[in-house]
């Protein structure tokens, strides 16, 4: 009888040391590193914008791509380099399988809480060097979108300008030389709003920067 | 008697506890595969394929096995004579380790494509090409090395005459690859990989290469 409470002592205490072990992992662990979840764009080249109101660019995150940075969240910025406000329509990302163009799942994508946000790109608090310029681009991190990126699926980061005067103006950091893993077209008309089971359009551009889509990162 | 049962019960849990924290690795990506959509390219019998896996371009991901994936995009059986892959010193041509790469425990399988199982979209085509994952080979691939996997589609086959391997559209792959007439599958160590070979253009049917 002795033996079996010396035992069970014993093993409620090394149980008690274990949890108390991964209690404190938890409370130490590092509050996690930014990281690139594919490689964005190197440099500013802000050339070839058209006239992006009504129309909606669409960039390819390819799974194939993908650094091997694990994160339930994924972080968008895109990066501005004329005008003085962007008014987006809608923004979502499509999930596709590798390779494929048939939609499988539509994520939201969000700045302050809303898809179809006014961005002041004359505002200090947004853009810190005024004006905004190829030199001087305004990069605007996106709402952390709930998505975990994954090598076997395809991503499609889908924005739409709304048809009117602001965006007539602005212009997009893209088209750069090192594009990195981003590729990136424009269509006219609002491309956010396909749905799952339909197809991502063909991309006529092969495969160029993108204009607005800078990086993307985990958080 | 309890005493013992509640120490079982502890031991138990603990051990659950344990396993719960152990998670299955996921496959993640060594290298930059073929990016965006692709398309086709016919007639392969008698070819060898090269790819190059540049050690420049490893994404810093540790694993002991490498997986290599296959795109078919035409055909309903391909007939492989010999996989291997070559491995060389980085920036170098001449041949230091030579790894035999299998499918179904074989480096000369034949891969029906018509096969649901296999390809579980058909008719496959270059918008739905076929993506199959060969056998996992015990090696790490390095940063100081450079890989070059060769496939050699047997000569004088019909099958291997209507087989379409996917041709990469975009650029942005670390992959590279080439191809020419005969059998490159069988070079030793201290051989060189053929110097007429260009590798500015992206590789034929490989796709990805994987952990897992």
């Given at each position: 009888?002795?033996?079996?409470?010396?035992?069970?002592?014993?093993?409620?205490?090394?149980t008690?040391?274990?949890v108390?072990s991964?209690?404190?992992?938890?409370?130490?662990?590092p509050?996690?590193?930014l990281?690139?979840?594919?490689?964005?764009?190197?440099?500013?080249?802000?050339?070839?914008n058209?006239?992006?109101?009504?129309?909606?660019?669409?960039?390819?995150?390819?799974?194939?791509a993908?650094?091997?940075?694990?994160?339930?969240t994924?972080?968008l910025?895109?990066?501005?380099?004329?005008g003085?406000?962007?008014d987006?329509?809608?923004?979502?990302?499509?999930?596709?399988?590798?390779?494929?163009?048939?939609?499988i799942?539509?994520?939201?994508?969000?700045?302050?809480?809303?898809?179809?946000?006014?961005i002041?790109?004359?505002?200090?608090?947004?853009c810190?060097?005024?004006?905004?310029?190829a030199t001087?681009?305004?990069?605007?991190?996106?709402?952390?979108?709930?998505?975990?990126?994954?090598?076997?699926?395809?991503?499609?980061f889908?924005i739409?300008?709304?048809?009117?005067?602001?965006?007539?103006?602005?212009?997009?950091l893209?088209?750069?030389?090192?594009?990195?893993a981003?590729?990136?077209?424009?269509?006219?008309?609002?491309?956010t709003?396909?749905?799952?089971?339909?197809?991502?359009?063909?991309?006529?551009?092969?495969?160029?920067a993108?204009?607005?889509?800078?990086?993307?990162?985990?958080? | 008697?309890?005493?013992?049962?509640?120490?079982?019960?502890?031991?138990m849990?603990?051990a659950?506890s344990?396993?719960?924290?152990?998670?299955?690795?996921?496959?993640?990506?060594?290298?930059?595969?073929?990016?965006?959509p692709?398309?086709?390219?016919?007639?392969?019998?008698?070819?060898?394929t090269?790819?190059?896996?540049?050690?420049?371009?490893?994404?810093?991901?540790?694993?002991s096995?490498?997986?290599?994936y296959?795109?078919?995009?035409?055909?309903?059986?391909?007939?492989i004579?010999?996989?291997?892959?070559?491995?060389?010193?980085?920036?170098s041509?001449?041949?230091?380790?030579?790894?035999?790469?299998k499918?179904?425990?074989?480096?000369?399988?034949?891969?029906?494509?018509?096969?649901p199982?296999?390809?579980?979209?058909?008719?496959?085509?270059?918008f739905?090409?076929?993506?199959v994952?060969?056998?996992?080979?015990?090696?790490?691939?390095?940063?100081?090395s450079?890989?070059?996997l060769?496939?050699?589609?047997?000569?004088?086959?019909?099958?291997?005459?209507?087989v379409?391997l996917t041709?990469?559209s975009?650029?942005q792959?670390?992959?590279?690859?080439?191809?020419?007439?005969?059998?490159?599958?069988?070079?030793?160590?201290?051989?060189?990989?053929p110097?007429?070979?260009?590798?500015?253009?992206?590789?034929?049917?490989?796709?990805?290469?994987?952990?897992?």
């Amino acid at each position: 009888m002795k033996t079996l409470c010396k035992l069970a002592t014993f093993i409620l205490m090394m149980t008690v040391l274990a949890v108390s072990s991964f209690a404190q992992e938890t409370e130490k662990a590092p509050a996690a590193a930014l990281a690139n979840l594919v490689e964005g764009q190197g440099i500013i080249a802000s050339t070839s914008n058209p006239q992006w109101d009504g129309l909606s660019e669409l960039v390819l995150i390819p799974g194939a791509a993908l650094m091997g940075a694990s994160s339930t969240t994924t972080s968008l910025y895109l990066g501005f380099t004329g005008g003085s406000e962007a008014d987006i329509g809608n923004m979502v990302v499509y999930e596709v399988p590798r390779n494929g163009s048939t939609v499988i799942k539509v994520e939201k994508v969000t700045l302050g809480a809303t898809q179809s946000p006014s961005i002041n790109l004359t505002s200090p608090s947004v853009c810190p060097v005024q004006p905004v310029s190829a030199t001087n681009p305004c990069i605007v991190r996106l709402d952390t979108v709930k998505l975990s990126l994954t090598p076997a699926y395809d991503f499609y980061f889908a924005i739409y300008f709304t048809l009117d005067t602001n965006n007539e103006k602005i212009a997009g950091l893209g088209q750069s030389g090192a594009q990195g893993a981003l590729s990136g077209w424009f269509l006219y008309g609002d491309q956010t709003r396909i749905g799952v089971k339909g197809s991502i359009p063909t991309n006529e551009d092969s495969d160029q920067a993108p204009f607005f889509l800078a990086y993307v990162t985990n958080e | 008697m309890k005493i013992l049962k509640f120490a079982t019960l502890t031991v138990m849990m603990l051990a659950l506890s344990t396993f719960g924290f152990s998670k299955a690795a996921k496959p993640e990506n060594l290298v930059r595969g073929i990016v965006g959509p692709v398309t086709s390219n016919v007639s392969w019998s008698g070819y060898s394929t090269f790819a190059l896996i540049p050690g420049a371009g490893l994404i810093p991901v540790t694993s002991s096995t490498t997986v290599f994936y296959l795109g078919f995009t035409a055909g309903t059986q391909v007939d492989i004579n010999n996989m291997v892959l070559y491995t060389t010193p980085r920036g170098s041509l001449t041949i230091s380790a030579v790894t035999p790469i299998k499918l179904g425990g074989v480096s000369n399988p034949s891969i029906d494509l018509a096969n649901p199982t296999v390809c579980p979209v058909v008719e496959i085509s270059a918008f739905n090409p076929c993506i199959v994952r060969l056998d996992p080979t015990t090696i790490t691939l390095s940063a100081l090395s450079d890989y070059y996997l060769v496939v050699y589609f047997t000569a004088s086959d019909g099958n291997d005459q209507s087989v379409g391997l996917t041709t990469p559209s975009f650029s942005q792959s670390s992959l590279r690859g080439s191809y020419q007439s005969g059998d490159d599958s069988r070079l030793s160590v201290g051989g060189t990989i053929p110097t007429n070979l260009g590798f500015s253009a992206q590789p034929y049917m490989l796709m990805y290469v994987m952990t897992d």
